[in-house]
């Protein structure tokens, strides 16, 4: 679990929760972003759909259907 995840956590046991949401609304923008490039270099090397679909623990067509047309 990263410090940032473990701040917001921590931070929900008081205060005020918006700007906790702030900062995990940009984290998870970030981590979309960083997925779709794993994806991207993933399929460039050659790795099968249900390769990326078991590393990202779902199914095949989840994957496909997010990232296959790209």
């Known amino acids: ?3 940032q995840i473990r701040t917001a956590i921590a931070a929900a046991d008081g205060g005020d ?3 906790e949401l702030r900062r995990l609304r940009a ?4 981590l979309a ?3 779709a490039e794993q994806v991207r270099r993933a399929r460039a090397l ?3 759909w249900v390769a990326i679909a078991d590393a990202l623990g779902v199914s095949r067509q989840a994957v496909h259907k997010k990232y ?3």
């Open 1 to 3: 679990m990263s410090d």
């Open 17 to 19: 929760p918006l700007p």
């Open 27 to 30: 984290l998870h923008a970030d």
């Open 33 to 35: 972003r960083a997925e």
């Open 46 to 48: 050659g790795f099968s």
């Open 68 to 70: 296959g047309r790209r």
